[in-house]
């Protein structure tokens, strides 16, 4: 199974920029989908950006798109998500998850595993 821990969260103010990482464990993590999902106090958990093992396919929600950008390095099984112009909105935990299968999936129910998540604060 494949296990993922999340850095590099904070508190930023609007305007700024976060850098998230999350490393992974496992002999094929270049074979599986990634994506980042956010969750937001009193909120379901909801789909930031993902990409596929490839990474011939990414895809963003409409709420980031522009700002946020998704990226993987295979050879140190990370993936990243640079934000930019965050705004107070953007607050939330922030989730990285793996998704053993073909394709991206934009619900939480299609990934096999997730980290522990990192707080995004931005203030206004």
């Known amino acids: 199974q494949v296990q993922l821990v999340e850095s590099g969260g904070g508190l930023v103010q609007a305007g700024g920029s976060l850098r998230l990482s999350c490393a992974a464990s496992?002999?094929?993590?270049?074979?599986?989908?990634m994506a980042w999902f956010r969750q937001a106090p009193g909120k379901a958990r909801e789909f930031v950006a993902g990409l596929t093992g490839s990474g011939g396919f990414i895809d963003y929600a409409d709420s980031v798109k522009g700002r946020f950008t998704i990226s993987r390095d295979n050879t140190k099984n990370a993936v990243y998500l640079q934000m930019n112009s965050l705004k107070p909105e953007d607050t939330a935990v922030y989730y990285c998850?793996?998704?053993?299968?073909?394709?991206?999936?934009?619900?939480?129910?299609?990934?096999?595993?997730w980290g522990q998540g990192t707080q995004v604060t931005v203030s206004s």
């Open positions: 496992g002999r094929i993590f270049s074979s599986y989908t």
């Open positions: 998850a793996v998704r053993v299968g073909y394709g991206l999936a934009y619900v939480s129910a299609g990934y096999n595993s």
